[in-house]
C-alpha cells in the first residue's frame, strides 16, 4: 500500500491489495502448478478431525514444553492447483484482513515461495539475480523505511 500503509480500509485498497499478490504470483507460477500450503496451529498432536482429510500433509511440533498444556504443533494442509490469475482471491484477503497466517504458494519443486501477509509479502526465489529483477520491477512498491520494513 502506499506510504507503507499495512491495512486496506476499503474495497478499493483491497482491489490494489489483490492485484498486487496476483501480480507476483503471476510472473513466478503463471502457466504451472502450485502447491497452497496453510497452517493449523494447535496444542493437540492429533490433526482435528473435521481438517484431517482436506489435504492433510504433516504435522510438526513447534514448541517442546515438558507441560503437555503449553506443546504447539503446526499441522499442515497441502492442496496442488494449476494457477490462475484470482484463483486463491478469497484466502488472499483473508491473509490481507489477518484472519490467515503463514501460508505458503510454491511451484512443485519448491524453487520459489511466495509468502503473503497482512502487508505483504516475502519472495524466496532460486538465484539472487532472480530475486533483484522482481524487486527491481516492483520497486514503488517496497517500503521506504531503511530497513525495508
Not at 497441502?78 to 486463491?88: E, F, L, S, T, Y
Not at 509479502?121 to 520494513?149: Q, Y
Request: hydrophobic share 35%.
Amino acid at each position: 500500500m502506499p506510504d507503507s500503509k499495512r491495512y486496506a480500509e476499503d474495497e478499493s485498497e483491497c482491489t490494489v491489495v489483490l492485484e498486487r499478490y496476483n501480480t507476483v504470483l503471476d510472473e513466478l507460477f503463471a502457466g504451472a502448478d502450485v502447491y497452497v500450503i496453510t497452517p493449523l496451529w494447535t496444542t493437540e498432536a492429533e490433526v482435528p478431525r473435521s481438517q484431517a482429510v482436506t489435504g492433510y500433509w504433516q504435522s510438526l511440533l513447534v514448541e517442546d514444553d515438558p507441560d503437555p498444556a503449553f506443546r504447539t504443533y503446526c499441522h499442515l494442509f497441502v492442496a496442488r492447483r494449476p494457477w490462475r490469475r484470482g484463483c486463491i482471491d478469497d484466502l488472499l484477503r483473508d491473509i490481507a484482513d489477518d484472519k490467515v497466517a503463514g501460508v505458503l504458494i510454491t511451484d512443485t519443486r519448491l524453487l520459489r515461495i511466495h509468502h503473503p501477509y497482512d502487508g505483504g509479502a516475502d519472495v524466496f526465489l532460486a538465484t539472487s539475480e532472480e530475486r533483484d529483477r522482481v524487486r527491481d520491477r516492483h520497486a514503488d512498491w517496497l517500503s521506504r523505511h531503511p530497513l525495508g520494513l
